[in-house]
Structure formats: structure tokens, C-alpha cells
């Protein structure tokens, strides 16, 4: 049985305008889906809709019954109070009720030893185990490490982080539920590429079912097995990840574009033939008319079949000042701190003309804080930095503001950038600005509208080094389309800084890479930087290991059998305590504070029994 199924489902948020319109698909148990399609045609519609968040007008829905199914796209309303901490344990919610009806069981069969009871504390154990109870710890530590959710973060209070911290945090609390169908909006959004990557090794080890709205094209070709497209409220449906939608999606065009064309061609020869079976028909054989009209209706229809259309191509290219001299960027001993956290020192580069650049790194590592160096945003802590005197730059920074935010987009690319009123149209136009998106004031544009807009500003710029931060962070795929078509003949020197793959490995000769407060500086592309990655690895994995001298065996201390002794009486004791605070727990559960203070007596006391088994173990030794 399909873990989802949607057939002809309908769904309008206006009289007449529907954003789904007899969508239809499904998804087997264990695969991995892309749904995709550009901004507004109701993908995130769709999941709402899956997890009952939205009724729809008309079709089915369904899901296999006893099947979990959680989302990723809002952030849930947690109680005031809770921690990071709070909102991770949430997840095994269901556990620890079942841990703490073992301990009431276990309790009971101290004074009662009835078979009824050792066979529900059995099964409890059991299932206990098959959830993964014994492990709870330990998976939330190895999820929210892999999500870069450190220690200290997670004593912080939920509501403190954050947007993108708090949807991290979500997003670890769903992994770690027992959820049998993930539904992910967008969930790269707020990564960098190590959690990314994190994120791609766990969903391809997942047992269950995926279903992922992404921009991020790097993570959907590596992730998902097929693609749903959803166009004019239709679902077209694709058996491959996103490198082979792209291409299929391709022939499928020109297939559709062919049988149109012939379809043309053959309305126009049956046009012909039917005037000239009308005109031998008034000369004296009505037959011919009967002909005629038969051959009109073919014609209309064959002419009920739309021209196929494909997303326009940029045709705006960028201005470029032509190098000259041999250095375009010089670093050298470059440090920068802020407070007591460095963020690197020591830097020494040389930049050529030409050269295209991607800064990587961990978030806080100080990619964006190196951009804002070589722009004079930002002061070094020692060193220096020199552009060449041929150097012109421009900035896309990942935040973009203008001078007024009251003038419209069209006004804003007039004075700033002193172009007619017709070419100001043509290149909003091509950046996907059309009709009355123009007069649109650019305060009230989004964060991916701003950034295509700016983009299209700095065109008209006479440059020879672009520097660009985040350039693809707010943009839907075609929007990325659009830019990468603006820089495919840019010639000159670009530096990035970017955690979009795709994006990298399409421009990208030569890789910076901040970990640590050291720059690692590779001449290559994406792939090839990673391939050098895992050799590195792989090469001190393999380095023999120095050999550990043998230890001379310790001599035995003294008195150790009464301190041997005394070490288990204070252990029976610290054990006596726990058990009591246990049975106390259990007489406030629905105390939440009081559970909460308790929690904390426990950990205590925790700590100093493990301080205390060591000890008895080393003094027995």
C-alpha cells in the first residue's frame, strides 16, 4: 500500500483561481520525492494539506493508516520556558511515559510478583529497547552535533534563538521523533554545508518515507530517487533526481514542441484540402461537402493543442572592464577578531585577474567578515589588503538595502543607475520583473526580490571584480537559473561566498576554505576539493598510530579494602537518595516545575555515582 496518495485534488484560495487543479500522484513506502516547481504553484499548499493544517475543495487524500507523519515548515508554539534542551526531549515524549511506567512496575513487583505484571513490564522492556529508549542520550547528542546545535545552545531558552536556530532545532526534534513520513520545506534553508551534508547522509540511511520542497539543487540530486512537478496545478511526474528532471523535462519540451509543429503543418494541409473539396462541391458533388466538413473537424481538433513553452533564457549579460596588471586582490598577514574570538590570522593571498574564487566555511568561521574586509566595511586587525589600480569592483552583499525604500523598482533603477526608461524595463524584465511588479516600492520587496534586483543594478556596472555574499540564499531554483545565466560569460574576477554546491562547482576554479582560523586555499572546482577532502582523511586514518608504551602495573594503595568499603556504602547511599527522588517524581508528575527541579537532583546525583564507580573500579584494580 502507497504511504500517500493524492488523486485529482483541487484546492483554490480565490473564486476561480485554483492553485491546485486535479493533482495527482503517490508515493510508495521507503522512497525519497522532490516536489518542485516555482514559487506560488502550491507546494507548500500540498504538505499543509497532507498533514490536515488545510481542508481542499474537491479529490482525495490520503495517508497508510498507523503511519506517522511530521513537517518541517512552521515552528510549533512551545511552552514559555522551555529550552533547547526541553524541545529536543519533546521528541521522546512517548519513552519516557514508558520509562517511568517501568519504574512504577518495578517498584510494584518489589512487593508483588504476579505474572501479570512481569509479562507488561516484559513487553514495556521490549518495546523500550525496539524505540530506542536505551539510546535517548545518546541521539540527541549525535543529531543535534550533526545539526550544529552545541551543548551550550541547548541549555539557552527556545524562544531566545533565533529564526534559523529555532527551525535547526525543529528540524532535529523531528529526526528524533518516531516518525515513519517526513514532509521537508525547505530544509537546507538555515544549514551550512557541514550540517547539510549531516543532513544528506542521515536521509539516505532513513528507513522511512521522504518527501523535500528544495532550491537546493545539489541536495535534491543527491537525496531524492523521483521528482513531482507541479505546473498549472498538475502533477508531471519524473523517475530520477534533479539532473535527470532537468534533462527529461528538456525532452519532454521538444517532444511536445515537434508533435505541435507537425500538428501545424497538418492544419494547414487539411485546411487546404477541405477549401478545395467545398469549392469541387459547388461545381456538382455535394459527397465532397461531407468530406470537407469531416476534415474541418480534425482541424479543430488538432487546434485545441496549446504552443509548448520553456522558461525564458537572461539575455542581459553583465558590462565588464577589461584587466589589466597582474594582481587584482594582495592579503597579506591579514588577522580579525572580535572580542575573544578570532577569526583568523595570518592570511596571505594573491588574486590574478580572472580568477573565479568560493569562500566555504562552517557559519561564524568569517566568511562574510573577509568580504567586508576586502570592501572596507570592516578594519583588520593586522595586516593589509590592496586592490590593483585597474580594479573596479561591485558588491551583492546578503542583505541588500537601498537608498529609498519608498521609490518603486523601476524609479530605484532610474537614478541609481542613470539607464532610459526602456532599458530599465528590459533588464527589470529579464530579471523577472514584469508588468506591475515595477512600480512595487523596493521596502516591501522580499529578501530574493532585493537580491535580484540589486543584481540586475550591478549589470549595468562597468567591472572587473565582483564579489558576491550568498548571491542564491533567497531564490527559488529559476531565480538561480537567472543568475548563474547572467555570470555564464562574465569573464572576469569573482569572488563568492556561498553554501549553494551547484552554484560552486558551476563557477567556481579555486576554493578558500575557513575552518579553524586557517584558510585552506585549493585550486580546483567543488567536486575536486571534496575528493582531496576524503584522500586528506583517509590518509590520517591510515598513518600508523604510536605505540603505547605498557603501562608498569600501579602498586596496590593502601587500605584499600576499607577505602573499597566505604567508596560502596557511599554508593548504596547516593543509590537510596536517587530511589527516593524517583518515588517523589512519581508523586508530582503532574508537576511540571517540581519534575523539572527533581530532574535536576537526579542529574546530580547521577554524576556523583559515575565519579564513585570509577573510583571503586580503580581501587579494585
Not at 530520477?240 to 494541409?269: C, H, M, P, T
Request: glycine share 8%.
Amino acid at each position: 500500500m502507497a504511504d500517500i496518495s493524492v488523486s485529482a485534488l483541487v484546492k483554490s484560495f480565490e473564486i476561480g483561481k485554483r492553485i491546485l487543479d486535479g493533482l495527482s500522484f503517490t508515493v510508495n513506502p521507503g522512497e525519497r520525492v522532490g516536489i518542485l516547481g516555482h514559487n506560488g504553484c502550491g507546494k507548500t499548499t500540498l504538505f499543509r494539506i497532507l498533514v490536515h493544517e488545510l481542508d481542499f475543495d474537491d479529490g482525495q487524500v490520503s495517508t497508510a493508516p498507523g503511519k506517522r507523519i511530521g513537517l518541517i515548515s512552521q515552528i510549533p508554539v512551545y511552552p514559555a520556558g522551555w529550552t533547547v534542551e526541553d524541545v529536543l526531549k519533546e521528541a521522546h515524549r512517548r519513552l519516557y511515559g514508558m520509562q517511568r511506567r517501568m519504574e512504577e512496575l518495578a517498584g510494584q513487583m518489589e512487593h508483588d510478583s504476579s505474572p501479570a505484571l512481569l509479562r507488561e513490564y516484559d513487553r514495556l522492556s521490549a518495546e523500550f529497547e525496539r524505540l530506542g529508549g536505551y539510546t535517548m542520550e545518546s541521539d540527541r547528542s549525535r543529531v543535534a552535533n550533526g545539526l550544529q546545535i552545541p551543548p551550550r545552545q541547548r541549555e539557552q531558552l527556545f524562544d531566545s534563538l533565533s529564526g534559523g536556530e529555532k527551525t535547526r532545532v525543529n528540524l532535529a526534534r523531528l529526526i528524533l521523533e518516531d516518525t515513519d513520513i517526513l514532509l521537508l520545506d525547505e530544509p537546507t534553508n538555515h544549514l551550512d554545508l557541514r550540517a547539510t551534508e549531516w543532513l544528506e547522509d542521515y536521509l539516505l540511511h532513513f528507513k522511512g518515507t521522504v518527501l523535500a520542497i528544495s532550491h537546493d539543487r545539489w541536495f535534491l540530486d543527491k537525496v531524492v530517487q523521483r521528482c513531482v512537478e507541479i505546473r498549472d496545478g498538475k502533477a508531471e511526474l519524473y523517475s530520477g533526481n534533479y539532473s535527470f528532471f532537468v534533462q527529461e523535462r528538456q525532452r519532454r519540451f521538444e517532444e511536445k514542441l515537434k508533435q505541435y509543429e507537425k500538428d501545424q503543418a497538418k492544419i494547414e494541409q487539411l485546411q487546404r484540402a477541405a477549401e478545395q473539396m467545398h469549392l469541387w462541391a459547388f461545381l456538382g458533388n455535394d459527397k465532397l461537402h461531407k468530406r470537407a466538413f469531416s476534415m474541418e473537424k480534425r482541424i479543430e481538433k488538432l487546434s485545441r493543442s496549446e504552443k509548448p513553452t520553456e522558461q525564458k533564457k537572461l539575455s542581459v549579460k553583465f558590462k565588464q572592464r577589461e584587466f589589466n596588471g597582474d594582481e587584482a586582490l594582495v592579503i597579506e598577514g591579514l588577522a580579525k577578531s572580535f572580542g575573544d574570538k578570532r577569526l583568523f590570522s595570518g592570511l596571505s593571498l594573491n588574486v590574478t585577474g580572472g580568477e573565479h574564487i568560493a569562500i566555504v566555511g562552517d557559519n561564524g568561521t568569517g566568511k562574510s567578515t573577509l568580504v567586508k574586509l576586502i570592501m572596507s566595511e570592516e578594519t583588520p586587525d593586522a595586516g593589509y589588503l590592496s586592490l590593483g589600480p585597474a580594479v573596479r569592483k561591485a558588491y551583492l552583499p546578503q542583505i541588500v538595502r537601498f537608498s529609498v525604500d519608498e521609490r518603486s523598482a523601476l524609479d530605484t533603477m532610474l537614478y541609481d543607475c542613470r539607464c532610459q526608461p526602456q532599458e530599465a524595463r528590459d533588464r527589470l524584465a529579464a530579471f523577472g520583473f514584469r508588468g506591475e511588479d515595477v512600480f512595487k516600492p523596493v521596502g516591501a520587496l522580499s529578501g530574493g526580490e532585493r537580491s535580484r534586483l540589486k543584481l540586475c543594478m550591478l549589470m549595468g556596472s562597468d567591472i572587473n571584480l565582483l564579489i558576491l555574499d550568498e548571491p542564491t540564499n533567497h531564490l527559488d531554483i529559476a531565480s538561480r537559473e537567472w543568475m548563474e545565466d547572467a555570470l555564464s560569460d562574465y569573464e572576469q574576477t569573482l569572488l563568492f561566498v556561498s553554501h549553494d554546491r551547484w552554484f560552486i562547482e558551476k563557477f567556481a576554479d579555486r576554493i578558500w576554505a575557513l575552518e579553524d582560523g586557517a584558510l585552506t586555499d585549493f585550486r580546483g572546482g567543488w567536486q575536486e576539493y571534496r575528493a582531496w577532502k576524503e584522500r586528506q582523511a583517509a590518509l590520517q586514518q591510515a598513518a600508523p598510530k604510536p605505540v603505547k608504551k605498557k603501562e608498569e602495573k600501579k602498586p596496590r594503595v593502601p587500605n584499600a579494602d576499607k577505602l573499597i568499603a566505604k567508596t560502596e556504602r557511599e554508593i548504596a547511599r547516593l543509590e537510596e537518595k536517587l530511589a527516593a527522588l524517583e518515588r517523589e517524581a512519581e508523586a508530582n508528575a503532574s508537576d511540571y516545575q517540581k519534575l523539572m527541579e527533581l530532574d535536576g537532583q537526579k542529574e546530580a546525583l547521577n554524576a556523583g555515582l559515575l565519579e564513585l564507580y570509577d573510583r571503586w573500579e580503580e581501587l579494585n584494580s
